[in-house]
C-alpha cells in the first residue's frame, strides 16, 4: 500500500514501533507539542477506540497549541 517510509532526517526521533526489517512504523520527534507519524490510516480505523484515541490526543492538542 505505502512506497515511502518514516526516513532519519537527523532530527531527534524516538521510534517506539519497529517491524518489516528495520522500517519505522511509528515515531514521535522529541521537543515538539505534538508530532506523531505512523504508517497505517488511523483515521479510516473509526471503530477502533484505540485508534481513536490517537484523533482524541492530536485534536486535544491543537486546542491547547491555539488556544482554542
Known amino acids: ?3 515511502r ?3 532519519n532526517d537527523g532530527k531527534p526521533v524516538f521510534a517506539s514501533i519497529m517491524c518489516r526489517g528495520r522500517q519505522k512504523l511509528y515515531s514521535e520527534i522529541n ?4 508530532a506523531v507519524a505512523v504508517q497505517w490510516h488511523p483515521e479510516m480505523m473509526y471503530d477502533s477506540s484505540e485508534q481513536l ?3 482524541r490526543a ?3 492538542a491543537a486546542g491547547k497549541e491555539t488556544g482554542l
Do not use: A, R, Y
Not at 31 to 34: E, L
Open 53 to 55: 484515541k490517537l484523533l
Open 5 to 7: 517510509c518514516i526516513g
Open 31 to 34: 521537543d515538539h507539542p505534538f
Open 1 to 3: 500500500m505505502h512506497s
Open 58 to 60: 492530536f485534536v486535544e
